[in-house]
């Protein structure tokens, strides 16, 4: 099943100030999850942000709280996994939406928890594999498999970006274009 547009939404999980420097490549995953938000909010996808206890962490980092702004909507949490607090389970639902594409850190924790309770709540979880990291390579590839075996599908921002246009005769296409061609490897 390609990835619906109205029927998706964008989980960007615990990109803080605090957290994103300690893991793998971090200039290159945020780059990827800024330019994946700017599409959302340009496509009007919705973007929930998550937040691991924002007091010792820190915020979201300034570039991707810009990105997400327009249609971004950030939830705080305690738990690893973002569902397991019921008000956080509860804006989710809100969207209406059961396609969840799954970006942020640490793979192999939050990421991994957060993918786990959607899939529990019957969501599909797309993890986009050039949007997560952690603090070891090794975290990062099991959780990966780990996630794959449970029903995620692994994609890539690149793939979420096609898969919301569908098209390329439309102004969607042309504005989120150079967004495309921005993606590194």
């Known amino acids: 099943m390609l990835i619906d547009r109205n029927n998706s939404f964008l989980v960007i999980v615990d ?28 496509l009007h996808v919705p973007i929930i942000v998550t937040e691991h206890c924002p007091d010792k962490i820190g915020h979201t980092d300034p570039a991707l709280q810009a990105a ?34 799954v970006c942020g850190t640490e ?14 709540a019957g969501y599909n979880v797309l993890i986009v594999a050039d949007g997560v990291s952690s603090r070891k390579k090794r975290d990062r590839k099991i959780a990966l498999q780990r996630l794959a075996g449970k029903g995620a599908d692994l994609v890539t ?15 969607d296409f042309r504005i989120t274009l150079p967004l495309i061609k921005s993606l590194k490897n």
């Not at 921002?157 to 102004?171: N, S």
């Open 68 to 101: 997400a702004a327009p249609m971004g909507h950030t939830i705080t949490k305690v738990h690893f996994n973002a569902l397991a607090e019921t008000d956080n389970r509860k804006t989710i639902a809100s969207l209406n939406r059961r396609q969840a594409i």
């Open 15 to 42: 990109m803080q100030e605090k957290l994103v420097p300690a893991v793998q490549k971090p200039a290159r995953v945020v780059e990827t999850v800024r330019i994946l938000a700017s599409a959302s909010s340009k």
């Open 157 to 171: 921002a690149e793939m979420v970006i096609f898969e919301w246009l569908h098209r390329a005769d439309t102004e």
């Open 107 to 120: 793979t192999h924790v939050c990421v991994l928890q957060t993918a786990m309770g959607l899939l529990g």
